[in-house]
């Protein structure tokens, strides 16, 4: 059969208006950062893209004073339908330049435009949508007749998913009446800025969001400042732990959504064709840059095989190059770093005994790629079926009973999200009640809604994120 290959497709990056400097964001408008800048880089090509103005202890404490005079004078006595406009406007303002923020994006991130467009964006303004209906509700969400919110809240999101985390954090914490101060990823900060635009087309009051690029220690400054009085992180285990050592003894609120070790289990019943495609989509969508990822395939001992040769033939067909490209599938990695980490934990695979398989597929020579890769014969005990890689590689084991399935999903330390393909609904509801996981998805993967709550337990965090639950993390109730 002829095989047809797809012509270029690429979007137009100028459609990210992309400035040469992005400053921070205090108290309705940009200023200079008193920090040292940093310049932001596109991992498909390794060319700088603009360079971004950071914050110092000074900007830190201005932000954090400017979010209290808003909360106290503005935003916290406001009524909750008056708050609803504001972040009715911004949703609509964020689908009216969706296409914008979908390049920029792409640009910064490196995850394939058709990722961009067609998931962060909607599902971003849809939190936005979903956050406004609750403002002027929160008296009947089942938290008391007069739930309060907290105050300031400090935000750290990572860079897997920018724009979208952005929308987690701040569309529940402003619903509520809490005003943020949040910091953008290091090596992802450009659309948090263009939100930050955003938020004086809506008309948002000053200090009601603040936007502070920088590393690690602006986090930090975040995290210790006295007048903070909630902390909601998303990222690594390691940095989550840090955080809640800080927290601890002191009054401050915390929320933590960490990293996780999926297990996507295949029962022998399933639609195999469907199931493969949910495994695909469950460790490749955003190069495997998902804290839910199903990072580890479980497939019941008897269908191994028939099941490897679907998966192995479905990934040899998937496109790695420009995230412009409407046709690519997999995009670039985030940083030179995180490339390093994979090769690391693939080396490691491979040293430790597993049998790996990496797509033949054309890599481009320049940026961060790595080809999608599947690793068979893998133990518990290796590092790949350990550890949370954070890229597009898969580690593929067996089971022969539910029970034992159970067992070998639930033998990690992470508990984030799991998935399960069978035809039967008593089965999946049985295996679901007994799986170690914040989300089960049953018969899909990477399926996500505002109205539905998101966490983990064990080292993946504590806390929910979506959904009635998700506003109590910034409610005093």
Known sequence: MAVFDYAPAPESRDLANLKPSYRPFINGEFVDGSGEPLKTINPATEEVLAEVGT???????????????????????????????YLFRIARLIQERSRELAVLESLDNGKPIKESRDSDLPI??????????????????GFGPDPKPLGVAGQIIPWNFP???????????LATGNTVVLKPAETTPLTALVFAEICQQAGLPPGVVN????????????????????????????????IQREVAGTSKRLTLELGGKAANIVFDDAPLD????????GIFFNQGH?????????????????????????????????PLDKNTDIGAINS??????IRELVEAGEAEGAHRWTSSCPVPERGFFFAPTVFSDVHQSMRIAREEIFGPVLSVLTFRTPSEAVTKANNTPYGLSAGIWSEKGSRILSVANKLRAGVVWANTFNRFDPAAPFGGYQESGFGREGGRIGLEGYLSV
């Not at 986090?219 to 690594?236: C, E, Y």
């Not at 030179?336 to 980490?341: D, G």
């Open 124 to 141: 971003a303004a849809a939190h936005f949508f979903y956050h406004a209906g609750w403002a002027d509700k929160l008296d009947y969400a």
């Open 211 to 242: 936007i502070l690029p920088g590393a690690g220690d602006v986090g930090q400054l975040l995290v210790r400042h006295l007048d903070i009085d909630k902390i909601a992180f998303t990222g690594s285990t390691e940095v989550g732990k840090l």
């Open 274 to 281: 469907q199931a493969v495609e949910g495994v695909v989509n």
């Open 336 to 341: 030179a770093t995180q490339l390093t980490k």
């Open 290 to 322: 998902v804290c839910c990822a199903g990072s580890r395939l479980l497939v019941q001992e008897s269908i191994v095989d028939e099941v490897m040769d679907k998966l192995r033939y479905r990934v040899s067909t998937m496109r790695i190059g420009d």
């Open 55 to 85: 914050a110092s202890l000074s900007d830190v404490d201005t932000a954090v004073k400017a979010a209290r005079r808003a909360y106290e004078k503005v935003w916290g006595p406001m009524p909750g339908a008056e708050r609803a406009k």
């Open 163 to 173: 724009l979208l985390m952005l929308a987690w954090k701040i569309a529940p914490a």
